[in-house]
């Protein structure tokens, strides 16, 4: 069975810091997803990465995946109040299958 | 741009009722998912279909059924609803290819009272 965990959950970080977010999955992938979803809101994706080394940014956000390692990051860099929500990565194993979802890292970014 | 509606936003109903939740995409996606999300539990899938009239079981089916007539479409039936069934549903999308991603709609919360 696949499980995808992140770490940490909670993250309280103060504006203009830099932190990563860790996703770690237990079986082989090449697909990893990052999705972000706002208090009250659904999800929208932010990045989709589909090779061993893929990197993609996006204005403060930067995720890369590492498949031999099982391991994908979210960097955030000089940290904004406007990031603060929760980050979801999620994982499929077969083509066109269900994602398998980590639990959510909650970011808060204080001013 | 890929659209994901769902038929209420907030919905209120009663123990007992039958409750339907509509999902609608406008992509020709073959794939579509329900989940139920509630605060400390993340996203959890209930049902998902891979095809017209094709639907599996997800993680937490007990006390839900989908139907899938058309392929933009796929309902959610609360057969009767009860109170531990209040929660946020979602529905998603995506084809059915390698690497593609999964698009959510709005949300529906819904109360049991």
């Known amino acids: 069975e696949l499980k995808v965990e992140q770490n940490p959950l909670f993250l309280s970080m103060q504006e203009g810091k830099n932190y990563t977010i860790y996703c770690n999955y237990s079986?082989?992938?090449?697909?990893l997803y990052w999705y972000r979803q706002d208090p009250g809101k659904s999800l929208e994706s932010l990045f989709v990465?589909?090779?061993?080394?893929a990197v993609k940014q996006e204005g403060r956000l930067m995720a890369s995946l590492d498949t031999k390692a099982r391991l994908s990051t979210l960097h955030i860099t000089a940290a904004v109040h406007d990031l603060s929500a929760t980050y979801f990565c999620?994982?499929?194993?077969?083509?066109?299958?269900?994602?398998?979802f980590g639990e959510g890292t909650q970011l808060t970014v204080n001013p | 741009d890929v659209k994901v509606t769902q038929s209420s936003r907030y919905l209120v109903k009663r123990t007992g009722e039958k409750v339907f939740l509509e999902c609608v995409q406008d992509?020709?996606?073959?794939?579509m998912f329900w989940y139920r999300q509630d605060p400390g539990l993340g996203l959890r899938l209930i049902y998902f279909?891979?095809?017209?009239?094709?639907?599996e079981k997800g993680d937490i089916p007990e006390g839900y059924s989908v139907s899938r007539e058309k392929k933009e479409r796929f309902s959610l039936i609360l057969e009767s609803a009860s109170t531990n069934q209040t929660s946020m549903y979602l529905c998603?999308?995506?084809?059915?290819?390698?690497?593609?991603?999964?698009?959510f709609g709005p949300g529906t919360r819904l109360t049991v009272t």
């Open positions: 990465l589909l090779s061993n080394g």
């Open positions: 279909s891979y095809d017209v009239k094709m639907k």
């Open positions: 998603a999308s995506r084809y059915s290819g390698a690497g593609y991603e999964q698009y």
């Open positions: 079986t082989t992938s090449d697909r």
């Open positions: 992509m020709d996606h073959e794939n």
């Open positions: 999620a994982v499929d194993v077969a083509s066109g299958s269900r994602l398998t």
